[in-house]
């Protein structure tokens, strides 16, 4: 099982990046799929998740309106559209498929990760 995620790159501040992050060796459509991501020198923290069939998102309160995460299913790809990008947004991010059908903000609930892809927001 291998989760693959890439879009991350240098942008300004306003800017607008999209992450991706495709799974092979199985598929995960029955699965919650997530993003999280650190900052140098702080902890891993929760982004967002998308349930199973992406009727249910949820959102940090830190990039809720700005950030939307989807699924596409047959192409087994999550993905995280980031707009009006912050400094603060800068950090690793990480995909993961949650155990459950749904997915949380605990980083204990998903069992497969990313290697991460690197967002720099300068301003």
């Known amino acids: 099982v291998q989760l693959q995620a890439s879009g991350g790159g240098l942008m300004l501040a306003g800017g607008s990046l999209r992450l991706s992050c495709v799974a092979s060796?199985?598929?995960?459509?029955?699965?919650?799929m997530g993003w999280f991501r650190q900052a140098p020198g702080k902890e891993r923290e929760f982004v967002a998740v998308?349930?199973?069939?992406?009727?249910?998102?949820v959102y940090a309160d830190s990039v809720k309106g700005r950030f939307t995460i989807s699924r596409d299913n047959a192409k087994n790809t999550v993905y995280l559209q980031m707009n009006s990008l912050k400094p603060e947004d800068t950090a690793v991010y990480y995909c993961?498929?949650?155990?459950?059908?749904?997915?949380?903000?605990?980083?204990?609930?998903?069992?497969?990760w990313g290697q991460g892809t690197q967002v720099t927001v300068s301003s």
């Open positions: 998308i349930s199973w069939n992406g009727g249910t998102t």
């Open positions: 060796g199985r598929t995960f459509s029955s699965y919650g």
């Open positions: 993961a498929v949650s155990r459950y059908s749904s997915g949380g903000p605990y980083s204990y609930d998903y069992i497969y």
